[in-house]
C-alpha cells in the first residue's frame, strides 16, 4: 500500500457554507450508508446457524461463547446486488451479548473489502431507545479531526430470515490500522486493545496488531512506565501526542461517557504508536454515550453524589474535575493548567458540538433511519436469545428521545436515556459558561467561540428536581427536569467549516507533501516499514537509519535482506540498502551464581532486585524494566509460586473468583484491580 493515501486538504475554511462532512475524508462504505439504507444477506449452512443460536443463549458475560463460522454476504445497495463476498460470521459484544437481541462481526476473506472496509460489527443498540448514540458520537469525533471507528446501519437477513436493523461500527483491527496510516496490514505490531486501563494501577490489554506480534507487550509497557514516571507535559510529549489526547478527554467529557478513559471502568479504548512514533489513543463503542444510562455510582466520593436519588443530578452539570476518576495524568494535563484543554473544547464546539451543527444532522440521521426503526421495532426481527435481558423500546421512544424526552425503563431502571438534543444543549450550556464560549453572537467568527481573554468561569448547579410521568404502557416513564430548556431553532447560516488543527489526528489531515517528511516518518519508527532478515531467513535485531536523496536504509547486521513493505513508490524505486556493521550476541551464559549477572551483556541489574516488576523471561534468565531501560532480575530470586502472576507485579486474589483466563494464568478483580488468582483455588 503506498503512504501517499492521505487526504491532501486546504488548510482555510471555506468561502460559502459546507455541508456537515465537507473537509472530512470517510469509508466508502460509511458514505453510501448515510445517502441509502443497505441490506446484508448472510448465507450460512442451516445447521450452524442453529448451533449459533445455541450458542447465543446466555444472560452472563462470564459465561459467553466464541462461535464462528464461514459463509457469504450479499450487499444490496439501492436496489442493485453485488458479487458476493465470501466471509467469517461470529457472534459478537460483551454487555451486548447477554441481551435478547445479541450482535454478530464479519470479516470479509481474501484481499477483498466491502467498500473499503474488511472488518465491522453489527450492534443492535438495544439499550439506546434513539439507536443513534453510536453515529452521532462517532461523526462528532469525526468532525473535530479525531480518528473513529466509523459508524453507519443496515438492514440483515441470514438465510433469508428478516434479522432486522442494526448499527454498523468499524472494527479496530489491523486493517483499520493499514486504512487509515498506510502501515502495511502484516506489519501493525503495535496496536493494543485495553480495559480496566489507568496507568497507575494494572491494566490489562492484548496486542490487537498482527497475530505474529501477539506477544509484543514491551511497547505498551514502556509507555505505562514512561507515563508513571513524568511530572510534566514535556515529559509526556516524548513519547505522547498529548494535545491528540486531551482532546479526546474534552469529547469524553461533552458526551458524558462513563465507558472510556475518564469513566470507572476505564474500557473500551486502544493505544496505537503511530508511524512517527507517538502514542495516540482511540476510543470505540459508542452507544451509550450522551446521557445514556449515567449513574451517581460511577462517581464515587464526588461532591455532587447522591446515590439514593442519583436521577435528582444534571450529570450535563458536572465540571471536568468531578466528572474524571482522578486519573494523575488528568493532573498534570487538565487540573494543574487547562489551557489546552479549553482549546479542545471550544475547537470541538465550534466546529460541532452547537445545536447550529448538530442538530440538522440529527434530524437528517433520523429521517433516514425513521422507517427502518418502526419495521425494526414492529416485527422484532433478530431477537435470539431467549436467556437475555429484554429492553425494548418501542417507534414512539426513538421519536422522542431523539428530541428532548428522557425515558427510564421500569422493568430495569438501570436503564434511563437523556434526551438526545437535551443532553446537547444542557452540556453546550455548561460548557459555554464554565469556558466562556460566546452563544449571543450572529457573527459566525465569533459564534460559539471561545471568549478571550477568558472570562470567570461560571459553574451551574447539578441540583435539579424531577418529576416522573406515567406512560400507557408501565414499562416506561419519562423524567422531567423542573427547567426544561426553552425551544431553539438552529440557525441556517452558522458553519465553522475551518480544518480542524487543534489537537487534530495528524495523520488524518497532514499529506506526506516530500522526501524529507517520508524519510522522518520511516526514521522514527523504521520498523512499520522496513522488514529486516539474515539470509538464512530469521529476524535479527537491528538499527535502521534513513537518510534522503537518495534514500538510504542503512542496516546495523552483518548480512541482511531489506525490504521496504510500505513506502510511496517513488521512494521504493531510490532505496539503497547498506549493511554497516555486526551485532555482536553474547556466547556465553551467565555465570548462575552471579547476582548481578546482566551487566556481563551490558544491561544494569535492577535496583529494585528481587522486587522489580518481572517482564519476560528468556535464554539468559529474568528480565525487567526500570527508566524505560531493560535490567535484569537477580537470579536467586524466589517468585511467589502461590499466584502466577505475582511475578509481573500483580497481587494475588483473596477470593477465588475467575473473571478471566489466559496464558499467565486466572485472573480475578478486587479493590478496582486485576489480581492473579491463587494455585489452591483449583484444588479447593
Not at 438526545?420 to 460548557?431: P, S
Not at 539474515?534 to 548480512?559: C, H, I, K, L, S
Request: proline share 5%; charged share 25%.
Amino acid at each position: 500500500m503506498k503512504i501517499l493515501n492521505f487526504i491532501i486538504l486546504p488548510m482555510f475554511a471555506l468561502l460559502a457554507k459546507a455541508a456537515f462532512w465537507d473537509n472530512v475524508k470517510r469509508t466508502e462504505l460509511y458514505e453510501m450508508m448515510e445517502k441509502s439504507i443497505p441490506e446484508m444477506h448472510v448465507i450460512i449452512p442451516p445447521g450452524n446457524w442453529t448451533e449459533m443460536v445455541k450458542k447465543a443463549q446466555v444472560n452472563d458475560m462470564n459465561l459467553l461463547q466464541d462461535y464462528e463460522v464461514k459463509g457469504t454476504l450479499k450487499f444490496i445497495y439501492e436496489g442493485e446486488e453485488e458479487e458476493e463476498y465470501n466471509i467469517k460470521f461470529k457472534l459478537g459484544g460483551m454487555s451486548s451479548a447477554v441481551l435478547t437481541k445479541p450482535g454478530y462481526n464479519i470479516k470479509i476473506i481474501g484481499n477483498y473489502t466491502l467498500h473499503g472496509t474488511k472488518n465491522f460489527k453489527l450492534r443492535s443498540d438495544q439499550r439506546d431507545p434513539s439507536m443513534m448514540r453510536s453515529k452521532i458520537t462517532t461523526d462528532i469525533l469525526q468532525k473535530s479531526g479525531l480518528l473513529a471507528t466509523e459508524a453507519g446501519y443496515t438492514e440483515l437477513y441470514v438465510n433469508e430470515e428478516y434479522m432486522g436493523f442494526w448499527v454498523v461500527t468499524d472494527s479496530l483491527k489491523k486493517n483499520w490500522v493499514q486504512r487509515k496510516f498506510g502501515i502495511n496490514e502484516d506489519n501493525v505490531s503495535t496496536l493494543y486493545k485495553c480495559d480496566y486501563f489507568r496507568f497507575e494501577k494494572s491494566y490489562k490489554c492484548e496486542n490487537a496488531g498482527d497475530d505474529r506480534y501477539a506477544e509484543n507487550w514491551d511497547p505498551i509497557w514502556i509507555l505505562v512506565q514512561h507515563v508513571r514516571e513524568s511530572k510534566s507535559i514535556e515529559d509526556l510529549e516524548e513519547m505522547m501526542d498529548v494535545e491528540n489526547f486531551i482532546k479526546y478527554m474534552a469529547w469524553e467529557w461533552l458526551m458524558g461517557t462513563w465507558d472510556h478513559f475518564l469513566g470507572i471502568f476505564n474500557h473500551n479504548l486502544n493505544w496505537l504508536q503511530r508511524p512517527d512514533g507517538k502514542w495516540i489513543y482511540i476510543p470505540n463503542d459508542h452507544d451509550i454515550e450522551l446521557g445514556e444510562e449515567i449513574h451517581a455510582k460511577f462517581y464515587p466520593e464526588k461532591p455532587f453524589v447522591d446515590e439514593i436519588n442519583d436521577t435528582d443530578i444534571d450529570y450535563a452539570n458536572i465540571p471536568i474535575e468531578d466528572f474524571e476518576n482522578n486519573h494523575p495524568i488528568m493532573q498534570i494535563l487538565v487540573h494543574q493548567d487547562d489551557t489546552i484543554f479549553r482549546r479542545c473544547v471550544g475547537d470541538i464546539i465550534s466546529k460541532v458540538f452547537n445545536p447550529d451543527t448538530l442538530f440538522p444532522q440529527i434530524d437528517k440521521i433520523r429521517k433516514l433511519i425513521g422507517p427502518y426503526v418502526k419495521k425494526d421495532r414492529e416485527l422484532k426481527g433478530g431477537y435470539i436469545n431467549k436467556k437475555g435481558k429484554n429492553i425494548v423500546y418501542t417507534y414512539d421512544h426513538f421519536l422522542l428521545n431523539t428530541e428532548y424526552t428522557y425515558i427510564r425503563n421500569n422493568v430495569d431502571t438501570w436503564y434511563k436515556s437523556y434526551g438526545l438534543k437535551d443532553w446537547i444543549r444542557r452540556r453546550y450550556n455548561f460548557a459555554a459558561k464554565y469556558y466562556g464560549i460566546n452563544t449571543d453572537a450572529t457573527n459566525p467568527k465569533e459564534k460559539h467561540k471561545l471568549i478571550e481573554p477568558r472570562p470567570e468561569a461560571v459553574r451551574l448547579s447539578t441540583e435539579v428536581k424531577v418529576t416522573y410521568e406515567e406512560t400507557d404502557d408501565p414499562n416506561y416513564t419519562i423524567i422531567k427536569f423542573d427547567n426544561p430548556l426553552p425551544e431553539y431553532t438552529p440557525d441556517p447560516d452558522y458553519a465553522d467549516d475551518s480544518i480542524p488543527t487543534i489537537g487534530a489526528s495528524k495523520f488524518l489531515l497532514d499529506p506526506f507533501e516530500s522526501f524529507a517528511s517520508i524519510v522522518a516518518s520511516m526514521n522514527a519508527n523504521p520498523s512499520a516499514y522496513i522488514t529486516t532478515t539474515t539470509t538464512n531467513g530469521e529476524a535479527t535485531p537491528v538499527t535502521v537509519t534513513v537518510t534522503a536523496d537518495p534514500v538510504t536504509v542503512t542496516v546495523a547486521a552483518e548480512t541482511v535482506t531489506v525490504t521496504v513493505t510500505s513506502c510511496p513508490d517513488a521512494v521504493t524505486s531510490n532505496i539503497e540498502a547498506t549493511a554497516t556493521s555486526t551485532i555482536t550476541e553474547p556466547t556465553q551464559s551467565p555465570d548462575e551464581n552471579e547476582e548481578c549477572w546482566s551487566e556481563n551483556l551490558g544491561y544494569k541489574c535492577c535496583t529494585k532486585k528481587c522486587d522489580a516488576i518481572f517482564v519476560l523471561t528468556d535464554e539468559l534468565g529474568n528480565w525487567g524494566m526500570e527508566n524505560k531501560e531493560w535490567c535484569g532480575i537477580p537470579k536467586n530470586c524466589k517468585f511467589n509460586n502461590e499466584c502466577s502472576a505475582s511475578k509481573f507485579g500483580y497481587p494475588c486474589c483473596k477470593g477465588c473468583t475467575v473473571y478471566e483466563k489466559d496464558e499467565v494464568g486466572e485472573w480475578g478483580y478486587e479493590n478496582d484491580e486485576w489480581c492473579s488468582i491463587k494455585a489452591t483455588c483449583s484444588k479447593n
